[in-house]
């Protein structure tokens, strides 16, 4: 088996300008956070993000590397509307593809499967079509004929996603109670990084979970990122909750310029995830 | 427990009786109500007169035992593992009634809750975005609890459309809104559906101590009045005892009432 070990600086230097990311998680729930703030410290920039929204797309709509995002919805859970990603919306300037969550799915699902598009009814009589040009009808070529939404495929140059677990070689484990669609972002890319909160050897998986946890294959993955507390401050269950009360300090920074740049200063340019949690973790 | 010994029921419980009722005739489908009054609705419905739904923890699991609101420690016996990936094949196998929320509604039912403005390239208020709404509307039976009863909310047009209403639906043709069904509408004023010949919203019933003209006075388009509009029901006693000690013992329901 391959040691794919890396850091998350490593992971930056293998993307590029322009670059598709899809990011794994579900609103402010297990996302790659580390990987995230990686990215917001580059220098990359036009980037298309694709995601199930959480402050992953509301820190870097407002860190200006964005110019395409695709979502369902964007969210902080505990606090329904991310307010960075409202503003960046609000300013205009970000081309975005807004989708039902259920038929974003299906562009991660046809990426993975590489097929151009699957069907479904999802966004028929809503403005999802309207306001989406790009996306076109299908007429099935069975006797029912019916019109459907081809929802096309996502295809990803790279995917992040946070696991509880995962061995070196790139096999990761979920341990919490959703998986959310972290194998069709890793199978919908041609690269896949995953951070972990631990790697541990192949053979501990069973004495973490049931096999059922043990859902990406390391087929799918480049590189393993061991980052303890990856996911602050979203949540991931069972290692951690959400981090609430860090939560709203990030929300309130959206009102007050003077408070974003000193959070920005004192977490996000922080230059590593040792460097971060140290932050976090200071009186 | 008689009927005697149960103080009068309050705005909160004449609401949560008028959206459970939302689900009566559903049988053994999963009840999926968004916030915390509809919740209690489809706990209640359950409870007493649609004894075969299933509902979820909000988490990833669909709850064998009746389920607290509001109580963070409150945990559900599972009978079925029920991930989001598992709730979008259900929405889309029409086994569903969900109960969401809308910032604006037009009187055909299209609903928003994605963005405010004109201007989908910049929105003057960027709300949820699409949300589940368009797969929703179109595969399985939709109600909405609207706690903002005004013209703000109800509107000539709305902004944009997540889930389509009936003028929508009646444009793309019978195939495709075969399975489009917006059952319930309702606020803190009423309950409204639309049972009309053109499926515009009309109103069903009138929470007590409410008129007619309070209701047209805060909508923003043309309501289907019948000549006799009823009162909307009461809670029985047993279905007060039910939701007050059981379903919602902090009274969590109260927060959405402005």
Known sequence: ????????????????????????????????????????????????????????????AKSGKVRKLAYGFVSLDSIPLEPHFRQARQAGGIEVLELDEGAFQLGLLAAAHRVPFYPCRAGLGSDMLTNNPEIRTVTSPYDDGEELVAIPA?????????????????????????????????????KTFMSCEKVIPTEDFLKEGTVHTIKIPRIFVNGVIEAPRGAHFTECPPD?????AFQKEYAATAKDPDAWEAFKARYL?????EAYLAEVDAP | MSAES???????????????????????????????????????????????????????????????????DAV????????YRTIFDLVWSGRRHVVMGASQMDMYGNQNFAAIGDDYSKPKAQLLGMRGAPGNLINNKTSYWIPNHSTRVFVPKVD???????????????????????????????AMDFETDD??????????????????????????IPDDVPESRQPTAEELQILRTQIDPNGARKAEFG
């Open chain 2, 76 to 83: 559900a016996v599972p009978e079925t593992y029920m991930p």
């Open chain 1, 269 to 273: 340019d922080a230059p590593s995830h």
């Open chain 1, 1 to 60: 088996m391959p040691n794919k070990l890396m850091s998350e600086d490593d992971v930056i230097a293998q993307l590029s300008d322009g670059m598709t990311i899809g990011i794994g998680g579900w609103g402010s729930r297990r996302k790659p956070m580390s990987l995230v703030r990686a990215l917001l410290r580059s220098d990359l920039k036009d980037l298309t993000i694709v995601s199930y929204g959480g402050p992953d797309v509301g820190l870097l």
């Open chain 2, 160 to 190: 944009v459309v997540s889930g389509p209403g009936y003028d929508r639906m009646r444009e793309l043709g019978e195939q495709s809104s075969r399975f489009h069904h917006i059952v319930r509408v309702v606020t803190p004023l009423c």
């Open chain 2, 6 to 72: 149960t103080s009068e029921a309050t705005l909160d419980e004449i609401v949560v009786i008028a959206l459970a009722e939302a689900f009566r005739g559903n049988g053994e489908i999963l009840c999926n109500p968004i916030g915390t009054v509809p919740m209690c609705a489809g706990r209640l419905a359950r409870e007493t007169f649609e004894p075969d739904m299933v509902y979820t923890d909000g988490v990833s699991v669909l709850s064998a035992e009746l389920l607290p609101v509001g109580v963070p």
């Open chain 2, 199 to 224: 499926n515009r919203m009309r109103l069903r019933s009138l929470h007590p101590g409410v008129t007619v003209d309070q209701v047209v006075e805060n909508t923003g388009f043309e309501l289907v």
């Open chain 1, 240 to 244: 951690y909750g959400r981090d609430e």
């Open chain 1, 154 to 190: 996502m295809n990803l140059d790279v995917a992040l996603i946070h696991m509880n677990r995962a061995d070196a070689g790139g096999n990761g484990q979920f341990l919490g109670p959703d998986l959310y669609f972290d194998d069709l972002f890793a199978m919908a890319a041609e």
